[in-house]
């Protein structure tokens, strides 16, 4: 989806779409135990607390970070988010559910924030992003939607299979 090419109206659904992320996770989450949330699914799938924790952090110092250089600096070198690994460094399954979906939360929404504050000639402020190439801010909205449905997609699969 180009962003820019969006009318101002749409450009505002769309950024109001992404704040619908945390609501999907406090729903589709809900009542789950606390076995369940650490639990993978058969085939492997990530659980909830790990899922949240990823997309707190890939929030905070993907998305957040991308988007605090590309309005601040002139064509910035943006470092891959490397989730995996920060997966395992920051042992994950043993963080609090609760905290890590209230971290992301609260980093979706200063995001949404801070690209709703974004003037019209600063959305085509660019840098090179390792592993993808030229971007512009006007892509990290695109960016933000592709991969909350990604993992939507990996969530409702987990869901499927894992509570049963």
Not at 71 to 83: A, I, K, R, T
Request: charged share 25%.
């Amino acid at each position: 989806m180009q962003y820019m090419k969006l009318s101002p109206d749409q450009r505002e659904e769309f950024l109001t779409s992404l704040a619908g992320m945390p609501v999907f996770l406090v729903d589709v989450f809900a009542g789950l135990s606390p076995d369940q949330v650490r639990s993978r699914s058969p085939d492997g799938t990530l659980p909830p607390v790990e899922q949240v924790w990823h997309l707190a952090d890939l929030e905070r110092e993907g998305f957040g970070e991308r988007i605090r250089r590309l309005l601040g600096e002139n064509q910035p070198y943006l470092p891959d988010f490397n989730g995996a690994e920060i997966a395992v460094e920051r042992n994950y399954r043993a963080l609090s559910f609760e905290a890590g979906l209230a971290a992301f939360t609260e980093a979706r929404r200063r995001n949404i924030a801070a690209l709703r504050a974004v003037d019209e000639p600063s959305w085509f402020r660019g840098g090179t992003q390792e592993g993808v190439g030229q971007v512009s801010l006007c892509d990290i909205p695109g960016f933000m939607s592709q991969h909350d449905l990604a993992h939507r997609i990996e969530i409702e699969a987990w869901m499927k299979s894992a509570i049963r």
